[in-house]
């Protein structure tokens, strides 16, 4: 995409809580910032109700719904910061791939990639622009309706994990078909690798370019790699995404993006990650904080990573839970949040309590630093 072809909207609301942005960068903040995965979803009622009447991927394609879905949460928690609605499976059917979202099953590709030879059936240039452009438009909108509350976070899928539901043409506990193309075809796969990390940086920089004011790029099925097959599999695509999108916002003048990784069930790549141009490491509950920090030499910002089963427990036991978290990572380049997505059944109440809980005890924490 060429920097022409990059609508860049102006006047934006001023943003009134850099929290969050502060927090990415390692500056002091006064409180520490937080946010839930999965914010926008079925655990509040306003998200069943607006998502009843549309499929899942048609309410992707309405910027109206995806900025009405982004903003539910806001109105009911005083979250920091706001991701946008959308799915990291756009990407697939950017390339050319059909994805639809079964109810009670989840999403479903209906041909899957089998063997190198269907590669042929993706797109060899993704018109980045024109397959996503109502992902921009939604975060574009969204940016301004947000009215300088908080900043919006936009995200994608990384390589790897968009590569195990292409050839996995779902969700899967053991991804064992897309992992034997690594042991199988493992020159095809860092080709299928390569071919997403493309358009993965030009779709990543033209949600910048239409407001988003931060990026995550979630590895979610990191955890059934292991430390080699991560290294040569996911790592590299990960750095160079990091490295190519921060090369072209600063082409842009718009290099004040800060940029998350979260590779959920990857602590065995701790170290590497912290050294992966990212300015945040997102964490999964399975890590100490305390040990997290240590292991990541404090040299970058840590988010997460409370079980999100936690919210299950009573409102005192969640905030002596969030307090020991807290405890561990410390109050500076932290933002708090769960180690993964809220889950349907869980009670709205009490993600609000978690909310309080972080606002409560670290502005404590650094009343008496
Ligand atoms: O009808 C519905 O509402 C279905 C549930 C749902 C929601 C709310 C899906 C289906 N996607 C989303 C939105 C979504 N997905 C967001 C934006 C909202 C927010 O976070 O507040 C984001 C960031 C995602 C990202 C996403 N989609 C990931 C990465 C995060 C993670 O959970 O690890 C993944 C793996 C997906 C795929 C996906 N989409 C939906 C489901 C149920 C799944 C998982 C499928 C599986 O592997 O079993």
Request: glycine residues 8%; negative net charge; proline residues 7%.
């Amino acid at each position: 995409m060429d920097k022409d072809d990059l609508i860049l909207p102006k006047d934006f609301p001023e943003l009134k809580n850099d929290t969050f942005l502060r927090a990415a960068w390692g500056e002091e903040t006064q409180h520490v910032p937080v946010w839930c995965m999965r914010q926008a979803g079925r655990y509040l009622p306003e998200f069943r109700e607006t998502r009843a009447a549309t499929d899942f991927f048609r309410t992707c394609r309405s910027p109206e719904l995806c900025c009405e879905l982004t903003l539910q949460p806001l109105r009911r928690f005083p979250f920091d910061a706001a991701i946008i609605f959308s799915d990291i499976l756009v990407v697939p059917q950017a390339m050319g791939m059909e994805v639809q979202m079964v109810p009670g099953k989840g999403p479903t590709f209906p041909e899957p990639l089998k063997d190198p030879d269907d590669l042929q059936r993706l797109r060899s240039k993704v018109d980045v622009a024109a397959e996503l452009g109502y992902v921009f438009k939604a975060i574009t909108l969204t940016r301004h309706k947000i009215e300088g509350k908080v900043p919006l976070i936009g995200f994608s899928g990384a390589p790897w994990t968009l590569m195990t539901y292409m050839i996995e043409g779902g969700g899967s506990t053991t991804q064992s078909k897309a992992k034997r193309w690594l042991y199988c075809h493992p020159e095809a796969s860092h080709r299928l690798l390569k071919q997403l990390t493309d358009v993965i940086v030009e779709y990543l920089l033209a949600q910048v370019a239409a407001g988003a004011q931060a990026l995550q790029v979630f590895e979610s099925h990191a955890g059934c790699l292991g430390p080699r097959e991560f290294r040569e599999f996911a790592l590299p695509y990960l750095r160079d995404i990091a490295r190519r999108v921060k090369d072209k916002t600063k082409d842009l003048g718009l290099d004040n993006v800060p940029m998350i990784v979260f590779a959920k069930d990857g602590h065995y790549a701790l170290e590497d990650l912290a050294e992966s141009h990212y300015e945040v490491v997102g964490l999964d509950w399975t890590i100490d904080p305390r040990s997290a920090r240590e292991r990541t030499g404090g040299k970058i910002s840590l988010q997460g990573n409370m079980d999100p089963c936690a919210l299950y427990a009573p409102k005192e036991q969640l905030d002596s839970i969030v307090g020991q978290m807290l405890d561990g990572f410390g109050t500076r380049g932290y933002i708090a949040n769960l180690g993964h997505g809220l889950y349907p059944d869980m009670d709205p109440e009490h993600v609000g309590a978690f909310v309080d809980a972080v606002h409560s005890h670290s502005r404590r924490l650094l009343r008496t630093k």
